[in-house]
């Protein structure tokens, strides 16, 4: 569970747990939203996992309750629910910074890739929103050796209606080897049109990342090059 819950850790599971039996917290976190420093909660709830079987899969819901008097808390939105593979390497966080709160997934797929999904939402005063997402893939030998300077994605910003490309690393010096030249860094940043914004009860990780892979299906690749897949 994130540390900012610190000494309160058992008494916001509890307010999860109450508004949602029979779920287990995958992650929690805690902060504010919103100008009036009130005290939301953010979790990732998941249904269906069996421990005892080698790789469980389990339904994933992310949930957001909001303190309406001291130690009483609403549920005020909570997403739809999307499989998640509890024991395939994959990693699930949240945390609220700044008045926005971000959903974190982390897939380790094979040996030589792993790739992270930052979902964040804010508060329009009506509703809770995505209003951007950060797709990040790392390229390495091993899942246990990651370069963290080999890496690509996309960067989109549903406000301003922006995505970026963008690649860091070397240029592979031969289509044998797994060396590269000195790191370089290149982005290409496009317009796209806006659509109505994804609430949080409209939203799923597994929905969204595949509706960006086929919106915003252009790459920058090995050789520093921007592809268009349009």
Known sequence: MNSAISNNEDFVAKQVVEKYPNSKIE???????DESGIGFIGALIKKGADEDVPEPDADLTFVLLKEVSPKK???VA????????????NESEIHIDNKSVFVTETNHSGCCWRGVSKFQFKNNGKDFYLVGVEQVNYSSYTIHNVNENHK???SINYLTGV???WRAGGVPINNDSFDFTQNKYLEK????KKAPMIRIAS???ASINDSINKQFCGEVDES??????K
């Not at 992650?27 to 939203?33: E, K, N, Q, V, Y």
Request: charged share 15%.
């Open 73 to 75: 808390y609403v549920v």
């Open 203 to 205: 939203f799923s990780a």
């Open 152 to 154: 690509f994605g996309r």
């Open 27 to 33: 992650a929690l976190a805690t902060g504010s939203l």
């Open 163 to 165: 995505v970026k490309y």
């Open 78 to 89: 909570n997403s739809k629910s999307w499989q998640y593979y509890s024991r395939r390497n």
């Open 224 to 229: 520093f090059k921007y592809l268009s897949c």
């Open 189 to 192: 940043q496009l317009k796209f």
